[in-house]
């Protein structure tokens, strides 16, 4: 008989708005080393929230998916958004202390198997080998990107953050899946955001926020505010509607590989060979998600 082979099939719509959404994500690097010296991790990350929970709201109050709001599942919402301001805190100040590079594949390199643990104890959903060994193949590429430099500065707290992160965006995930199978997305994300920039709300007066103020921290705040919030979030959840828990979150892994190439092309950092093997894993893991079977 002859050998079998894997097929290719028609790439998963779902699938393409979740890796859309992290595309969007992997900007945020890129817009933060922009801003003005003065912006804090705190205080980007709630500027942050803040712009995008209320851009969301306007969304879904637009679009009128706010209209019946009875019997809104309280509990999944206040951990989404108890997830999502948490994982704000954590990820900018474990990228603060641990360096770009171990923060970033730390955080979001930990997040996929959180989530694939979740997913498989709370919903029974099993991920099976293609998701392992596609988010096997995406973390070492991944850690290829981000551990190319020749700089890579270990903090143990801020590995500790970063871990955090992974957990708080595994949690947000999770939270969300149960949400989207009863409610229309654009109302998912608005109370979510909206509740998590409620429960920052206090650091707004205890961070300085003068940086907002000029020019380029103006743009930063929008650019992460509107495009990799508003934007990136709300194609996130229609593709978390159609995808499991932990395939959502290993296709999320576009973020670092999008990172490392904004990395070369905007902010000059070099081409090496350890690169392109990290965004030749990378991709390689996306597309055994998405096209292979």
């Given at each position: 008989?002859?050998?079998?082979?894997?097929?290719?099939?028609?790439?998963?719509?779902?699938?393409?708005?979740?890796?859309?959404?992290?595309?969007?994500?992997?900007?945020?690097?890129?817009?933060?080393?922009?801003?003005?010296?003065?912006?804090?991790?705190?205080?980007?990350?709630?500027?942050?929230?803040?712009?995008?929970?209320?851009?969301?709201f306007l969304i879904a109050l637009g679009?009128?998916?706010?209209?019946?709001?009875?019997?809104?599942?309280?509990?999944?919402?206040?951990?989404?958004?108890?997830?999502?301001?948490?994982?704000?805190?954590?990820?900018?100040?474990?990228?603060?202390?641990?360096?770009?590079?171990?923060?970033?594949?730390?955080?979001?390199?930990?997040?996929?198997?959180?989530?694939?643990?979740?997913?498989?104890?709370?919903?029974?959903?099993?991920?099976?080998?293609?998701?392992?060994?596609?988010?096997?193949?995406?973390?070492?590429?991944?850690?290829?990107?981000?551990?190319?430099?020749?700089?890579?500065?270990?903090?143990?707290?801020?590995?500790?953050?970063?871990?955090?992160?992974?957990?708080?965006?595994?949690?947000?995930?999770?939270?969300?899946?149960?949400?989207?199978?009863?409610?229309?997305?654009?109302?998912?994300?608005?109370?979510?955001?909206?509740?998590?920039?409620?429960?920052?709300?206090?650091?707004?007066?205890?961070?300085?926020?003068?940086?907002?103020?000029?020019?380029?921290?103006?743009?930063?705040?929008?650019?992460?505010?509107?495009?990799?919030?508003?934007?990136?979030?709300?194609?996130?959840?229609?593709?978390?509607?159609?995808?499991?828990?932990?395939?959502?979150?290993?296709?999320?892994?576009?973020?670092?590989?999008?990172?490392?190439?904004?990395?070369?092309?905007?902010?000059?950092?070099?081409?090496?060979?350890?690169?392109?093997?990290?965004?030749?894993?990378?991709?390689?893991?996306?597309?055994?998600?998405?096209?292979?079977?």
């Amino acid at each position: 008989m002859p050998a079998s082979h894997p097929r290719l099939r028609s790439p998963q719509p779902g699938g393409w708005l979740v890796i859309a959404a992290a595309v969007m994500w992997g900007t945020t690097g890129t817009a933060q080393a922009l801003a003005p010296a003065s912006a804090q991790p705190a205080a980007v990350g709630t500027a942050r929230l803040a712009i995008g929970g209320l851009a969301l709201f306007l969304i879904a109050l637009g679009s009128g998916a706010l209209r019946d709001l009875r019997r809104w599942p309280a509990g999944p919402t206040l951990l989404a958004a108890a997830s999502m301001a948490a994982y704000q805190l954590c990820f900018f100040a474990g990228v603060a202390r641990a360096g770009v590079a171990v923060g970033t594949i730390v955080g979001i390199g930990s997040s996929p198997v959180m989530a694939g643990a979740l997913g498989w104890l709370v919903r029974g959903e099993r991920p099976g080998l293609r998701w392992a060994g596609a988010t096997l193949l995406a973390i070492l590429g991944s850690g290829l990107l981000v551990g190319a430099g020749d700089r890579l500065d270990v903090d143990p707290l801020g590995v500790l953050l970063a871990l955090g992160a992974g957990a708080s965006y595994a949690l947000f995930t999770l939270a969300s899946k149960s949400l989207l199978e009863s409610r229309p997305p654009q109302a998912v994300m608005a109370a979510t955001f909206g509740l998590g920039a409620v429960l920052l709300s206090p650091l707004l007066f205890l961070v300085d926020l003068s940086w907002m103020v000029q020019p380029g921290g103006l743009l930063v705040a929008l650019h992460l505010g509107l495009v990799t919030v508003a934007l990136a979030y709300s194609l996130f959840a229609r593709g978390l509607r159609a995808t499991s828990v932990a395939t959502a979150a290993s296709l999320t892994l576009a973020e670092p590989l999008t990172a490392g190439t904004l990395g070369i092309l905007v902010l000059g950092e070099q081409l090496t060979p350890l690169t392109a093997l990290g965004i030749g894993l990378v991709l390689g893991g996306l597309l055994l998600l998405t096209v292979m079977e």
